[in-house]
Nanobody
Framework: QVQLVESGGGLVQPGGSLRLSCAAS????????MGWYRQAPGKERELVAR?????GTTYADSVKGRFTISIAKNRVFLQMNSLKPNDTAVYYC??????????????WGQGTQVTVSS
């Protein structure tokens, strides 16, 4: 079917930076948008950033000016600067896409841990 594989998470000090990557693989005919969600323990999963195949972007208010999302073919990136402890969460890649011979659907990666701590 579809695989979304995230990478780039880790431990970083407050004020530091990380770059997350997500590669989508499979018989993909069209990507409508890709994005990043995050979920902290005991909290609901929330949208962090989303980008359409045409380059339009949406950001959560809490990350505007600090995070930048970009897309290249079947890959989406999240550049995270000026990280804060509140950014600590599991970050999940999300894609809205169509496979050949299959209808449009939404897919999720397995998640990558981001921990911001001194």
């Amino acid at each position: 079917q579809v695989q979304l594989v995230e990478s780039g998470g880790g431990l970083v000090q407050p004020g530091g930076s990380l770059r997350l990557s997500c590669a989508a693989s499979g018989s993909i005919s069209r990507i409508n948008f890709m994005g990043w969600y995050r979920q902290a323990p005991g909290k609901e999963r929330e949208l962090v950033a989303r980008i359409t195949s045409g380059g339009g972007t949406t950001y959560a208010d809490s990350v505007k000016g600090r995070f930048t999302i970009s897309i290249a073919k079947n890959r989406v990136f999240l550049q995270m600067n000026s990280l804060k402890p509140n950014d600590t969460a599991v970050y999940y890649c999300n894609a809205d896409l169509k496979l050949y011979l299959r209808p449009r659907d939404e897919y999720w990666g397995q998640g990558t841990q981001v921990t911001v701590s001194s």
